[in-house]
T-cell receptor, first 114, second 115 residues
């Protein structure tokens, strides 16, 4: 089946630094990638939608300059958290549609900013 | 706009008992509905989905859900809970923009299974 590989699984970074999270579609071409953020014991909130070769579409309230999304190829989408601060600590998950209302999710990245 | 509401943020059942997780939806178009399970620090795994075919949908691990338009509900059930069912469960609805549209998630329900 369609698999999205997400890395890293967890990362700890210092406040003010940037962190890149990668999602790779291993056995299919992902023209679209959804990026979600999940706080502890809460639901998934859509941050942005990336489409290969075009600019990402951000949800209302999401800072475009802080959460940089790049979808340069059909198999790779990245989320870079720039100038990270403790409030950016969260669980980030990517998801790609696989056709006919199928979606595959990455395994998530636990970001801790200290 | 599409939305889902999960009634009960926490459900506790005994092993072997019936599992019932509630989900109500709001949609301006015929909805496509999903149930996902999430284990700690992991991504989401699809349990089942409704895409306007049979109203009773059978999924993995013995779960099933029934789409009831009159009640705008899509409750998830399992006849007999197993300890391994303890996890977070999310109901979701597609935003209606086609079969690659974004998913809108409910608040989630934590299922606890007691021995």
């Amino acid at each position: 089946g369609a698999v999205v590989s997400q890395h890293p699984s967890w990362v700890i970074c210092k406040s003010g630094t940037s962190v890149k999270i990668e999602c790779r579609s291993l056995d299919f071409q992902a023209t679209t990638m959804f990026w979600y953020r999940q706080f502890p014991k809460q639901s998934l909130m859509l941050m942005a939608t990336s489409n290969e070769g075009s600019k990402a579409t951000y949800e209302q309230g999401v800072e475009k300059d802080k959460f940089l999304i790049n979808h340069a190829s059909l198999t790779l989408s990245t989320l870079t958290v720039t100038s990270a601060h403790p409030e950016d600590s969260s669980f980030y998950i990517c998801s790609a549609p696989t056709g006919y209302y199928g979606y595959t999710f990455g395994s998530g990245t636990r970001l801790t900013v200290v | 706009a599409q939305s889902v509401t999960q009634l009960g943020s926490h459900v506790s059942v005994s092993e072997g008992a019936l599992v019932l997780l509630r989900c109500n939806y709001s949609s301006s178009v015929p909805p496509y509905l999903f149930w996902y399970v999430q284990y700690p620090n992991q991504g989401l795994q699809l349990l089942l989905k409704y895409t306007s075919a049979a109203t009773l949908v059978k999924g993995i691990n013995g779960f099933e859900a029934e789409f009831k338009k009159s009640e705008t509900s899509f409750h998830l059930t399992k006849p007999s809970a197993h300890m391994s069912d303890a996890a977070e469960y999310f109901c979701a609805v597609s935003d209606g923009s086609g079969n690659t549209g974004k998913l809108i998630f409910g608040q989630g329900t934590t299922l606890q299974v007691k021995p």
